[in-house]
């Protein structure tokens, strides 16, 4: 980390304010000279395509942690699966089977088709030959089919003149282009290992086809330069002619390009050939460019005049570094065609999606599924979602033609990601950022800030005379501006970390202003305000005229953070898990202001307690690694009886106390004795021996409540939300858009369940679909009725209420981390009244078990509601060694 730049330079950046050290009461300890490292986060993904290829990969951090239960133990496939995120439109259609033979039965089908109406037109209009038909080909087309008749105005000309060349191509030619642009990138395939012989008759001449030079008409559009963007990408517009793909001879001129086709022993093969030695493949390289140099009779005689060109000139220091060769350009160049020439003798002819066309079709999918996140399962998701046998709700489908109101706010929207992602490159996925580079994403954020207040202007006009009430909550997502305010709220943490406070406050201040873009941001931006307010702002900012002194004036800026804290716990848009740290701000100020007990706020309702501990004892059976394993743990257990196996977030297998009769000692090693079961199921066993009933369910349970409870409001008519008709949630309802837009509806169901009515609605949800099964996100249709009513009732209203507000503000974020076990026992008098029953949850921790973040967030969340909650620890009282 490096020393912090002086605050004048900042200052003359910035234009006001001055460098103020933390106060100690803030508990800010970072050293005076480093910024601090921020925590991990998951990665996001985006336009990375869009990012210059000298940008450095991203890391990934992984945390130390135990798996949320025991149940979760195959961690090395679950952190791959955690960072695929989906696209919204995903989020909303069914849990289908997109795997091999789900495609495979939907192309048979696709085959067999003779004379449905819909197989018949295709027939008749050559859009479909039989036994031609792909999974891929046909959401390929139905994505940009889709886009060209609702939104095709984004395109120009020259684009519509590629789609028109699109369309005439053979489908063989459809298919390869898919298949490849399925990669989401544009590097070299080899023609040799292309495969796809099954479904290509005809490669060579497919390949052929998309790799065609065609003509263009001159685009009607311009580049135009974006705030905060260094330069716009480079080969991504389309010029007078273009191709679908390009050709490794056309195309690989030098030897870095050539050089990363090969494989690891085929380079090290062509180092033995030339006697080059070398620790790794860059220091061979430069070998083999070095020996080009000063060997003799590496056949220079053949080289074509195209080839001793200078534009066709290699960089002589391609890795950055000067290797000590002599000559020009072009003699550089030529001394690199002979290893050039060796190289693609070796792989033969290679393919590469031209950037152009890459890029036009990667926009496409953009405005189809409304997000930059989609990949090969969100193509296939959509088409075996038509076909799949589940009974859907009943709504309006409604797809916005002007989601994007004109090209050039797309081509905007497309730069934002793309600085955006520089951004998040800085502050997340390259280490510990520096000065330099705060610096640099300062100088981005002065560049943004003015298009972001006059998009805000803009946005805010068509709130106010446009747009129908919610209608334009789920479109912002996809504006410049909501970009924008994510770069201004990075931009503030950045102020924050060079000590600007002013500049920071005014900023905060500015984005509390609107309650347009990222809503669900809003109880941090409280916070933060409340903190500059109370520590800082007496020196920056003016005090009325009575205060003279100092400490009138801090007294003055502890009140106005005060105020700010009731604001924030009033504001309708800041999410309740803020509501914690918002009333613990308040009380300590009401402490430090000395406010008479009599006015001040009374949180006792909501504090948190913390869960209560409760030990169950059981029977462990623990069988040699090669029966216990799981695939988490089969590498790391390499010898056959460990002396000290270490079983850290492994499952274990436990006796039922309600079930176990068998005999131990008569089972043999692979016996799986009657009543084992997970340490979840052992303590769901004994808790039922206390009286009580219960699930082990996590948020499985949670969620099926949810659907029952807020089913008419999920699918309430909002414009832009219901996109096909085989979803099961609102397109929104993972974003911080779904809340605002529904406000009164969502209110009014919660005020309803808060007056008992919850058990009603449950009934009424199960009469109306439980004989269809209608497919709802979250609902498991495996929960009883008589359960669920019994619940509902025995759940105290007030408390019901609370949770499920926390869901409906931020369903997205909150769906894993609830407790293992649900449990509750009835009232004496069955519950009736809604207040005469008990619930609880239980998180089980197994030895050397620890909770995760979620974990706690929901223990809070449960426990300020005022429902119980238990940490249930399981302790073997006997160890059962079986083998």
């Not at 909303?92 to 039965?105: G, N, R």
């Not at 990138?185 to 030079?213: C, E, F």
């Not at 793909?245 to 090290?268: G, H, V």
């Not at 804290?565 to 430090?592: M, N, P, S, W, Y």
Request: proline share 5%; net charge negative; with cysteine.
């Amino acid at each position: 980390m490096l020393q912090a730049s002086s605050p004048s330079k900042h200052n003359a950046m910035l234009g006001k304010g001055k460098s103020i050290p933390h106060p100690k009461s803030t508990n800010f300890q970072a050293e005076d000279d480093a910024f601090n490292t921020p925590p991990a986060k998951r990665v996001k993904r985006g336009f990375q395509d869009f990012v210059p290829s000298k940008t450095s990969p991203r890391k990934t951090a992984r945390r130390d942690e135990i798996p949320d239960s025991d149940t979760d133990t195959d961690n090395e496939e679950l952190d791959a699966e955690q960072q695929v995120r989906r696209t919204d439109l995903e989020t909303a259609l069914p849990p289908i089977q997109t795997d091999k033979e789900a495609i495979e039965a939907y192309e048979a089908t696709r085959a067999a088709e003779q004379v449905e109406p819909d197989a018949k037109a295709r027939l008749d209009g050559k859009k479909w030959v039989r036994g031609k038909s792909s999974i891929y080909v046909d959401a390929f087309n139905l994505a940009l089919e889709t886009v060209l008749e609702d939104e095709g105005h984004l395109f120009d000309e020259a684009e519509h003149a590629v789609f028109t060349q699109w369309r005439a191509l053979s489908y063989e030619a459809q298919y390869l282009y898919v298949r490849l642009f399925l990669r989401k990138t544009s590097s070299w395939h080899r023609v040799s290992k292309l495969g796809y012989h099954s479904d290509i008759a005809d490669l060579p001449q497919a390949i052929a086809d998309i790799q065609v030079v065609r003509n263009l008409p001159s685009p009607s559009s311009q580049a135009v330069e974006h705030p905060g963007e260094l330069d716009p990408p480079e080969s991504t517009t389309l010029e007078s002619t273009f191709a679908f793909a390009d050709r490794s001879e056309d195309c690989i001129k030098d030897l870095e390009e050539a050089s990363s086709l090969l494989l690891l022993d085929e380079l090290k093969a062509l180092a033995k050939t030339a006697k080059v030695q070398g620790k790794n493949k860059k220091e061979l390289l430069r070998a083999f460019r070095r020996t080009s140099g000063t060997q003799s009779g590496l056949g220079w005689s053949g080289l074509k005049r195209s080839d001793t060109e200078e534009s066709t000139a290699s960089a002589g220091t391609a890795f950055g570094e000067d290797d000590g060769r002599e000559g020009t350009p072009a003699q550089l160049a030529n001394r690199d065609v002979h290893w050039v020439d060796r190289i693609l003798a070796e792989t033969g002819p290679c393919i590469r999606l031209s950037l152009p066309a890459l890029k036009l079709f990667e926009r496409v999918h953009l405005v189809f599924y409304r997000s930059t996140l989609w990949t090969e399962k969100s193509l296939t998701t959509i088409i075996l979602a038509r076909i799949a046998r589940w009974n859907f709700p009943e709504y309006i489908v409604s797809r916005s033609a002007n989601i994007f109101a004109s090209r050039p706010l797309l081509l905007e929207f497309e730069a934002s990601v793309r600085t955006q992602f520089r951004i998040d490159n800085i502050l997340q996925f390259n280490g510990t950022p520096t000065t330099d580079t705060m610096e640099t994403i300062l100088e981005v954020f002065e560049d943004v800030y003015p298009r972001w207040k006059a998009l805000l202007t803009e946005e805010q006009r068509r709130e106010d005379s446009i747009y129908s009430t919610g209608e334009g909550a789920y479109l912002r997502r996809l504006s410049p501006a909501w970009v924008y305010t994510r770069i201004i709220h990075k931009g503030a943490y950045v102020l924050g970390k060079f000590k600007h406070h002013l500049r920071e406050h005014e900023i905060i201040s500015e984005l509390l202003e609107q309650r347009l873009f990222h809503t669900s941001k809003r109880g941090d931006w409280y916070q933060r305000k409340a903190l500059l307010e109370e520590h800082y702002m007496h020196l920056h900012l003016p005090a009325p005229p009575e205060c003279k002194d100092v400490e009138s004036k801090k007294k003055h800026w502890r009140r106005m953070a005060l105020r700010t804290c009731e604001e924030g716990l009033q504001d309708q848009l800041t999410h309740l898990i803020f509501h914690h740290d918002l009333q613990k701000r308040t009380v300590k100020l009401e402490k430090a202001l000395k406010v008479p007990k009599r006015l001040q706020h009374e949180f006792a309702h909501v504090l948190l307690t913390k869960p209560a501990e409760r030990t169950f004892e059981g029977i462990r059976i623990e069988r040699p690694p090669s029966l216990t394993s799981s695939r988490r743990n089969s590498e790391q257990n390499t010898t056959a009886v460990p002396t000290k196996p270490d079983r850290r977030g492994a499952k274990t297998i436990w006796l039922d106390p309600a079930l176990h009769t068998t005999d131990f000692s008569a089972a043999s090693e692979t016996t799986q004795l009657e009543g084992e079961c997970s340490v979840e199921s052992m303590c769901l066993s004994a808790y039922r021996a206390l009286g009580y009933k219960g699930y082990h369910s996590e948020g499985g349970l949670l969620r099926t409540l949810f659907a029952h409870l807020f089913y008419d409001v999920l699918f309430l008519y909002i414009p832009n939300v219901f996109q096909t008709a085989f979803q099961t949630c609102p397109l929104d309802l993972h974003t911080d858009a779904f809340y605002p837009s529904r406000m009164s509806e969502v209110n009014a169901r919660l005020n309803e369940i808060s007056n008992g009515g919850a058990a009603g609605l449950v009934q009424q949800m199960w009469a109306a679909h439980a004989e269809r099964k209608t497919c709802v996100v979250g609902l498991d249709w495996g929960f009883a009725e008589a359960d669920l009513v019994e619940i509902a009732r025995a759940w105290p209203p007030a408390a019901l209420s609370t949770v499920m507000k926390v869901l409906v503000q931020e369903y997205g974020q909150r769906g894993g981390g609830v407790p293992d076990l649900f449990l509750w026992k009835p009232g004496v008098d069955g519950g009736a009244g809604g207040s005469e029953g008990e619930v609880m949850f239980a998180e089980v921790k197994s030895e050397n078990d620890r909770l995760s973040d979620t974990q706690r967030m929901w223990i809070d969340v449960l426990s300020g509601a005022g429902v119980r909650v238990e940490l249930c620890h399981a302790v073997a009282k006997e160890v059962r060694v079986q083998g």
